[in-house]
């Protein structure tokens, strides 16, 4: 189906497949649905000026979507006589969404709206290592709690889960996570679906942290990496708008790209001298550790530094010294305008952020630096089920994902 696209409520919206305008039949309620997403109302004339289709054929398929809720009228437009014309919005709060960030140490739920509003939201401390039926079973019993509580626990329109490790996109299973065992090739869709009949989405935690940071504070940056620095390091790589996930879910991983000054530090992947190894929060921790300071992880760090502890603030500056030379690479190969620095460890501020500009503006071409930017995420620790909810949205308010409902609510009727 050709991409819709609404400059303004007076300006026809070009419909068509190739060189030829479809034909009325092979537009539906689906498609017109994405003139409504960003909840400016309309009327059902100006629908029909923006796709050129017939005023009876949009009233037909404007009543198809009030009925399912996904749009409701907003008031009445000004007229230039007569009667005024009837308006119509997108309503977000027509269904919820559960968003799950499962990290290495925690899983946050939060029930959001079809705008990624959240309703509500619940965090423990949990180890991915306690294995997927536990923590799987806490994202559903607190989605359950959230639904509950909401007064709406039918209005379910998807789940989204962001798992610390490689993710099978097609099939939502976690393929030979480095850090947590008895996951690998789990069925993380059949698990949750078998509590909460819904579609359930899953992809790793930085690719779902880029697609949240995006939506949430830079939708028009086209070409963006952000940088996961926690007890892992991973990036999430957005390129002409396009998540790219690679050919078997592991684009971004820069944890084990090799780094200079890695040399003989042995990696928790079986390799030597990954970046993950001697700039993660666990690793910058052990350096410090080694030195006689009380550092067991990144948050130790960070504290550490927040209270002017020199060693602390010298670890941070060169981790993002070594995080900055992978960068470099990055930015020769893709070309972003922005990079965000994202993860617990992003709690240190200026402190890592220094080291990483240092190296990526000295190392980078000056062509490729001149429109970049390399910001902290605005985010924070909701990048991860911001991206969840926006996943899942993305999904069930597609053309198609809007047919699926319009068939099931006139299947309910």
Not at 103 to 122: F, I, P, Q, Y
Not at 380 to 405: F, I, K, N, W, Y
Request: aromatic share 4%; hydrophobic share 45%; glycine share 14%.
């Amino acid at each position: 189906m050709a991409e819709q696209r609404r400059k303004s409520h007076g300006s026809p919206v070009q419909v068509t497949q190739g060189e030829q305008p479809l034909a009325t039949g092979a537009f539906r309620a689906g498609d017109l649905f994405q003139l409504l997403r960003d909840g400016r109302p309309w009327t059902r004339a100006q629908l029909a000026m923006a796709t050129g289709l017939a005023r009876s054929t949009v009233a037909g398929k404007v009543d198809t979507l009030l009925r399912s809720g996904l749009v409701v009228p907003v008031g009445d437009a000004q007229s230039s006589g007569g009667r005024p014309a009837s308006r119509f919005a997108f309503e977000p709060q027509a269904r919820t969404v559960l968003a799950a960030d499962i990290g290495a140490s925690h899983v946050r739920v939060a029930l959001t709206d079809l705008n990624g509003g959240v309703l509500a939201e619940e965090r423990a401390e949990l180890p991915v290592a306690a294995g997927p039926e536990a923590l799987l079973g806490y994202v559903v019993d607190s989605g359950k709690r959230l639904l509950a509580e909401s007064h709406r626990p039918d209005n379910l329109a998807g789940v989204g889960i962001g798992l610390p490790g490689p993710v099978q996109h097609a099939t939502g299973r976690p393929i030979k996570p480095p850090i947590m065992p008895g996951w690998d090739g789990f069925d993380v869709v059949g698990f949750v679906q078998g509590s909460l009949p819904a579609p359930v989405l899953v992809d790793n935690d930085v690719n779902i942290m880029a697609l949240g940071e995006r939506a949430g504070f830079w939708p028009d940056v086209d070409n963006l990496l952000f940088v996961k620095v926690a007890t892992g390091i991973g990036s999430g790589v957005i390129s002409s708008g396009r998540l790219q996930r690679g050919s078997d879910g592991t684009a971004g991983d820069l944890g084990h790209v090799r780094a200079a000054r890695g040399e003989d530090t042995v990696c928790r992947c079986g390799n030597t001298g990954c970046l993950e190894a001697i700039a993660s929060g666990d690793a910058v921790a052990r350096s410090l550790a080694a030195q006689g300071l009380q550092a067991v992880t990144g948050a130790d760090v960070v504290a550490l530094a927040a209270h002017g502890n020199i060693a602390a603030i010298q670890a941070l500056r060169q981790a993002g010294r070594d995080i900055g030379e992978v960068l470099a690479t990055c930015v020769n190969l893709l070309n972003p305008s922005m990079i965000v620095i994202g993860g617990s460890m992003a709690a240190a501020g200026e402190h890592l952020m220094a080291g990483v500009r240092e190296v990526v503006y000295r190392r980078s071409p000056p062509l490729a630096t001149t429109n970049l930017r390399i910001v902290l995420s605005r985010a924070g620790d909701r990048a991860a089920t911001m991206g969840a909810s926006h996943l899942v949205c993305q999904h069930v308010l597609s053309p198609e994902g809007v047919e699926t409902e319009l068939a099931s609510v006139a299947g309910v009727g």
